[in-house]
Nanobody
């Protein structure tokens, strides 16, 4: 059974940094593209970042580009989201997600493309 467990959320002041981690078990990690999404109450889950199986490709929406960095460790079976220059509008529950894929180059940005999800990590950015 595939499990994703996020950690590293918390409260930070605007302009600060946080690093989220997501540990993956029960799956051949290097066979999955990994993504991060976020959600605030009353809104749809929003795409934040994705990395391909080998880390060769990454993609971010304009809202986080230049501030957030996704990375993965295919030995430790973990994916990370480094968040810098945080803003109050980054406040959300952040979810990691795994997409089983045989492609090393496709970028997955839609929630319904992903196969497995973590339970979420809460990030609060105070002004």
């Amino acid at each position: 059974q595939v499990q994703l467990v996020e950690s590293g959320g918390g409260l930070v002041q605007a302009g600060g940094s946080l690093r989220l981690s997501c540990a993956v078990s029960g799956a051949p990690f290097n066979g999955y593209a990994m993504g991060w999404f976020r959600q605030v109450p009353g809104k749809e889950r929003e795409f934040v970042a994705v990395t391909s199986r080998s880390s060769r490709y990454t993609f971010y929406p304009d809202s986080v580009k230049g501030r957030f960095t996704i990375s993965r460790d295919n030995v430790e079976n973990k994916v990370y989201l480094q968040m810098n220059s945080l803003k109050p509008e980054d406040t959300a529950v952040y979810y990691c997600a795994a997409k089983r894929t045989y492609s090393g180059g496709i970028i997955y940005k839609q929630t319904d493309e992903y196969d497995y999800w973590g339970q979420g990590a809460e990030v609060t950015v105070s002004s």
